[in-house]
């Protein structure tokens, strides 16, 4: 399995983002994803989670500003980021789980993609 994500860039203080990530394989749909963040100098961050039914779960801090979505056909999840904020700065990674159910611990995912760096200034 190979994660491929993109869409990160250089964003304004309010302005917005949309990660994608592209898996392979062809049981993606029957997997929960999930989408981690680091920034320099601090620990890997749950950020949020789809599980292989669409329901979504969201870290406080990211809640009310930030989407997860799945198109399964495609193979696709996405991460829609609004009204980003400096501390939102950080590379953002996608992960596959090992199950169908969605978790925020990083050690129930086996697959990760290579990150994209999503940096917000002004």
């Known amino acids: 399995v190979q994660l491929q994500a993109s869409g990160g860039g250089l964003v304004q203080p309010g302005g917005s983002l949309r990660l994608s990530c592209a898996a392979s394989?062809?049981?993606?749909?029957?997997?929960?994803m999930g989408w981690f963040r680091q920034a320099p100098g601090t620990k890997r961050e749950f950020v949020a989670t789809?599980?292989?039914?669409?329901?979504?779960y969201y870290a406080d801090s990211v809640k009310g500003r930030f989407t997860i979505s799945r198109e399964n056909a495609k193979n696709t999840v996405f991460l829609q980021m609004n009204s980003l904020k400096p501390e939102d700065t950080a590379v953002y990674y996608c992960?596959?789980?090992?199950?169908?159910?969605?978790?925020?611990?990083?050690?129930?995912?086996?697959?990760w993609g290579q990150g994209t760096l999503v940096t917000v200034s002004s």
């Open positions: 789809i599980s292989y039914g669409g329901s979504t």
């Open positions: 992960a596959r789980a090992r199950g169908m159910a969605g978790t925020s611990d990083p050690q129930e995912y086996t697959y």
């Open positions: 394989g062809r049981t993606f749909g029957t997997y929960a």
